[in-house]
């Protein structure tokens, strides 16, 4: 049994590994390793197409997470007045959001856009009329908000577990001691599932920095850092995509773990 | 005793969906009083404290306090505090800001230095004067309830409502919290609500008790009154402890009726009211209104003891015989020497003088 779970996480993280191992080989070739060196991290953080497609992923991952904070938040604040089937079917489709596969979102959220662009870029034409009328089109703007679509998901199902972890009575409490709905919300909710929120915020924040198949349908002309390590590879692995490789895990693994942290129970 | 009342609840009903937690619930509660709801779970009494909270609005019927018609009014307007019964205490606050969050949430805002001096001499009150600063979760259970309780009076509330304040603490320092309960409630002059299921609870603290069965008020009154005077066989089991023996009326003797066992065996019983003959009704008598004497005693009855239980300050034996069936008597510690060290199979005479039993027609 204990052997068995060993190869499967072998199985896992072997790959993960080599990648991690090559990004220090001194040759150019990604098959042979001829020596430690560090030189590739210094290639790949001079790259200005890397710089340029961290930057866009950065800014990217950054608002959509911010994006699916506050809606997700909300949400889950709202679910949590929601009783019998109707919550049953808001909860079954939110799972789904966390489950479909994310080639299914893409190609749903770009037919989506084209249709939705074809339709108004006539009418804001018609209303701005001139030589450039302002069109609205596949970029940045379409990665936050089909990343901020799939990731809000995350949030709510974070911040609603917490919600239903906290104590109903604490609320009451409140009430009881004279504070308006609103005011309990600020002063006990928000500091009660402040946690979930920001766990839910570096999750978001992973999961689209990391995102490569909804931003490959929706970036339209951008370059995120995942679509740069694609389109790279085509050309041949080198060692300079191990780094960047290499790079993104860590950032991403110190995210994941610092969301886990901030979740794990507080000791009493 | 015509003390003004300072809530009422008036043929209150409520009901969720199909179930019925509390039905037709009439009661006055007198200002400065400490009362007492006392029932199994589920038997309405947390319904009636948080309709009277706020946290549940009445189906039907009204509910007052201090003369002002309160259905409808959300918890935050009504000029009550409670102490729940896992203390509720916002765990991301030190001590001092719970106790003052009432007191911040008053528009407009007092000074923050009178909230300081306020909160102060609440933690005075329940002797945890300097534990301001203390987190919550630094605090035993015991100093959390003390918390609760400086939190809820500081308020200077017009009903201070406690739901099962004790449940939560060991048996010692429950009874500690009982007198101190008390005493602070001499001190400040504040009615006192109490839930409980605890009979030694309700009795030892309350001016009244209101037992709740199945949804309704089946007795208001003094624990005096509850003990000696119960009238039905819910209240007389509930509250202390009783044996029950199903009679029929034979007829009034004075103010006592006149009775007969199953087997029968003549009884002389109290009465709240005269009752016709024939009346189906049970008698009650108090374990410790049986005495145990030899065999032959004058008036005794011939029974057998089946079981002999040493609780320190008192001896309970179980008697049984075919005339009366099970009996439970308990003699206190020292009482008679010779009725204390009874062995199990021991043939002896159980008494009770005439009027010890009560007579109750309802269950």
Partial sequence: MRLYVLSVYLFLYIPIGIIALFSFNAGRHAAQFTGFSTQWYGKALNNPFVLEALKTSFAVALASALLATICGTLAAIALQGIRGWMRMVYDALIYMAVMVPGIVIGIATLITLVTVFGTLNPLLAAIFGGETPPQLGLGKGSLIAAHGLFTMALVVVIVRARLQGMDRTLLEAAADLGAPPMRSFVQITLPQIAPAVLAGFLLAFTFSFDDFIVAFFVAGSETTLPIYIFSSIRRGVTPEINAIGAMVMAASLVLLIAAQMILRPRKR | MDVQPIAELRAVTKRYGLVTAARGLNLTIRQGEFLSFLGPSGCGKTTALRMLAGFEQATEGEVLIDGRVVNGVPPHLRPVNMVFQQYALFPHMNVARNVGYGLDQRRPRPPAAEIAQEVGRALQMVRLAGFGDRRIWEMSGGQQQRVALARAIVNRP???????????????????????????????????????????????????????NQGQI????????????PQSRYVADFVGRSNFIPSRVVGMAGDRVRARGPQGLAFTARTPGPLAAGTEIVLSLRPEDVRIAPLGAPDGHPMRITHRIFLGEHTEYHLSSVAIGHLVAVVPRGADAAAHDLEVGAEVAALWRDGGPLALTKD
């Fill in chain 2, 158 to 212: 017009k009903i201070l409502l406690l739901d099962e304040p004790m449940a939560a603490l060991d048996k010692k320092l429950r009874h500690d919290m009982q007198i101190e309960l008390k005493s602070l409630q001499r001190e400040l002059g504040i009615t006192f609500v109490l839930v409980t299921h605890d009979q030694e609870e309700a009795l030892s603290m309350s001016d009244r008790v209101c037992i709740m």
């Fill in chain 2, 218 to 229: 089946a007795q208001i009154g003094t624990p005096e009154d509850l003990y000696d005077r």
